[in-house]
């Protein structure tokens, strides 16, 4: 039997929690920092920052109601984003939460040195393995220990904001803006961080009661609340003491409580601080050690981690890991700027929160929340467009930490989870299934207004550059034909003869050849069998390439179809001709690998692991309606893929089915290579062209006895790069 975590965390421990872990460095140690950026204005970013943590809120309040499992953050960008991001998100807020929890501690310890003359490492490394301890005993004995700090702190940072506000002074406020609006976002960016551990409860959602009601009623009521108490308490700490003198203390609010409470007041605060502060690292330790537990579970880290202890009912393997890395951190690293590099990735994250409800709400994935985020799907745009904005007032070092982090956690995902995961994320299909609409609709309004013929004009070059036996040329023939017969459209056959450049054009032009003979002879025969026009000759010239270009141009052709074969040695490094003119024709060029052309019946249209090209797909249709024949729809799947991605590809397929003029069928093959398809007689494909050693990728992909057709599209109808690099990615 599978075991499962407990629900004993009710509405008051969730609180708790979420306070608990707001309050903490955030206000006992940061003001001062954010204080000699922006001066009295650091009241303003406090409340700024709190603003824009809400559209995380609501977006983590959402997923954790429809998703109530440990993991929080992590299982919301996995399962939405896909495993990729997911990694990153796991590693990195599991990271990043440890920084924080290993910073409480280094902070919470100067105010205690006010009292006692104590070594600050030894006794945070003992309040660290006290709190791994008391979070290995259980969730219940946690969210216990919780409530009773978070009480006390809050009835001392009362008493200090209720005492204190009387003696506060306007002249403490002046000048107001001083590192105007630059140094307050640079100020509240630093002070976000505080607000970060609002959304923590939802890493154990797994573990509370009633998730769908006091999930969202912990979140947000403690959001509210803790933007007061802090706004309020920054408030009185600059308006009780002179400009300057608590900015870069180590202990500021106790600076602020000696001035008007005495020594009274310093006790107190000394004792919120290191409550305040040890329930910080406590909420951090318990929700951290979910993420390597989550990603256990989902095959994402080694199995270990998802073990649950018989007798407390906890994962003692990933607590025990968070715990070592907090211990390591405290002995060896200095934490202040680690929790900075951190904090940067958290403001990361809670952009891709917002995303993954975006992605959930427009997906297929059974998605039903209890709560529903108001605003939707402004208030998700805002925290994206706040949260990036942030980000880059953050300085370059937490930047360059954060993709660290980033690099990291994808190789791996890479070496470690990739070989062991099949699923994907729900954005990942959104994405797939709008790429396939727009492809589709290009499609459609290719197949309705334009024929293959009549997008250029109604002629077809069929380009010889070599001399071509009888049975070649009539494969070559009969496939333009089909193309060109269904708007009357008519062939013009040209055999390009290139002769050295220090040869006169004219004289050559003068001298017939035997193959120019033999050339004129068997196009003659072949046009009388055809039932299309047939115009042909030949053209001499320096240089090959350029003069089908030319005359492509000159006679407004719609497609060039020509001959290429596998490319020899010197074509490969230095670039076939034919490549050439496939990358300036003015028209759409049919390169074909020749094995022979008569009335196929089975025409393969394959999608080079992308959507099906809508020239390549008008070329295939074409084909097989003037044959008679019947165009498969074939895709390529290796094995492992998600049985989701096979669906909206066969739901694309059933779509385009219904654009096409002849019979379909599709078939999607779960292998790794292979048409699989029985007795295929031409091939269709797509090409891209490139700018590098040739320009085009037709060379030696398949092995099939058959006719192969490479489609080059009009540099106008060509996606770009990236169009490209995200057909591949969802496709």
């Known amino acids: 039997m599978v075991k499962t975590l407990e629900r004993d965390l009710g509405l008051g421990a969730v609180f708790a929690i979420s306070i608990g872990a707001m309050i903490g460095s955030g206000i006992f140690i940061l003001p001062a920092l954010a204080l000699k950026i922006a001066g009295p204005a650091v009241i303003f970013a406090y409340l700024l920052a709190g603003v824009l943590v809400v559209p995380a809120a609501l977006s983590k309040s959402e997923m954790a109601t429809a998703m109530p499992e440990a993991g929080g953050t992590y299982i919301y960008i996995e399962r939405g984003m896909g495993p990729i991001l997911g990694t990153i998100a796991g590693v990195g807020t599991w990271f990043s939460l440890s920084f924080k929890s290993a910073l409480a501690l280094v902070g919470g310890v100067p105010y205690l040195v006010l009292l006692f003359d104590l070594p600050v490492k030894p006794v945070a490394l003992g309040l660290a393995a006290f709190l791994i301890l008391v979070n290995m005993l259980g969730a219940k004995q946690t969210g216990r220990l919780q409530v009773g700090i978070v009480v006390i702190m809050l009835a001392a940072l009362g008493w200090f904001v209720a005492g204190s506000a009387g003696s506060t002074q306007t002249t403490n406020y002046e000048p107001f803006f001083v590192g105007g609006l630059e140094g307050l976002l640079a100020a509240t960016g630093l002070v976000f961080v505080s607000y970060a551990g609002v959304t923590k409860v939802a890493s154990v959602a797994e573990e509370v009661e009633d998730p769908g009601k006091n999930i969202p009623l912990g979140i947000l009521g403690s959001l509210a609340f803790t933007t007061l108490l802090y706004v309020a308490i920054v408030a009185v700490m600059v308006g009780v003491t002179e400009a300057g003198s608590i900015a870069g203390s180590d202990t ?83 934490i202040l700027e680690i929790a900075k590099l951190a904090s940067a990735f958290q403001i990361l994250v809670f952009v891709l929160v917002n995303l993954a409800v975006v992605a959930f709400r427009h997906g297929a994935a059974d998605y039903e929340p209890v709560f529903e985020s108001p605003l939707y799907p402004w208030m998700q745009g805002f925290g994206v467009i706040s949260g990036l904005l942030l980000l880059t007032q953050m300085g370059l070092v937490p930047l360059v930490g954060a993709a660290i982090i980033i690099v990291g956690s994808i190789i791996w995902y890479i070496v470690y989870a990739r070989p062991r995961i099949e699923r994907e994320g729900v954005a990942t299909d959104v994405v797939r299934r709008r790429v396939g609409k727009n492809v589709l609709a290009e499609t459609e309004t290719l197949m309705t207004g334009e024929s293959v013929t009549e997008r250029n004009g109604n002629e077809i070059l069929v380009a010889l550059t070599r001399d071509v036996e009888l049975e070649r040329e009539r494969s070559l023939l009969r496939l333009a034909a089909d193309l060109a017969r269904p708007d009357d459209g008519r062939l013009i056959v040209v055999r390009f003869d290139e002769v050295p450049d220090q040869a006169p054009l004219d004289h050559a032009a003068e001298v017939q050849s035997p193959a120019d003979v033999r050339f004129e002879e068997q196009t003659d025969t072949l046009a009388d069998e055809l039932d299309v026009e047939v115009e042909y000759g030949e053209i001499v010239s320096h240089d090959t390439k350029r003069a089908i270009v030319n005359f492509a141009s000159e006679r407004d052709v719609s497609a060039v179809v020509a001959e290429h074969e596998r490319l020899r040695l010197r074509s490969r490094l230095l670039a076939d001709p034919i490549d050439w003119v496939v990358r300036h024709a003015p028209c759409d060029v049919l390169l074909v690998e020749n094995r022979g052309y008569d009335r196929p019946q089975q025409v393969v249209l394959s999608s080079e692991g992308g959507p099906y090209d809508p020239t390549t797909v008008a070329v295939a249709d074409a084909i097989a309606r003037e044959t008679g024949g019947r165009v498969t729809l074939q895709f390529s799947m290796a094995d492992g893929q998600s049985n989701q991605r096979q669906q909206t590809i066969e739901e694309y397929q059933a779509e385009l089915a219904e654009l096409l003029s002849a019979s379909v069928s599709a078939n999607v093959v779960r292998s790794d290579g292979g048409d699989n398809i029985p007795n295929p007689e031409v091939v269709i494909r797509r090409g891209v062209v490139t700018r590098v050693w040739g320009g085009s990728d037709s060379q030696e992909r398949t092995a099939v006895d058959c006719t192969e057709v490479t489609v080059y599209p009009h540099e106008s109808r060509r996606p770009g790069l990236l169009r490209r690099l995200v057909d591949r990615i969802v496709f």
């Open 252 to 334: 500021p609010v106790a600076v602020a409580a000696e001035a008007t409470l005495g020594q009274a007041g310093v006790w107190a605060v000394i004792g919120a601080a290191i409550l305040a502060l040890v329930s910080t690292a406590n909420a951090g330790v318990l929700s951290s050690s979910r993420y390597p537990f989550a990603m256990s579970r989902d095959k994402l880290a080694p199995p270990s981690f998802a073990t649950i202890n018989d007798r407390f009912g906890t994962p003692v393997s990933a607590i025990t890991l968070t715990g070592v890395v907090v211990l390591l951190l405290i002995a060896f690293v200095p």
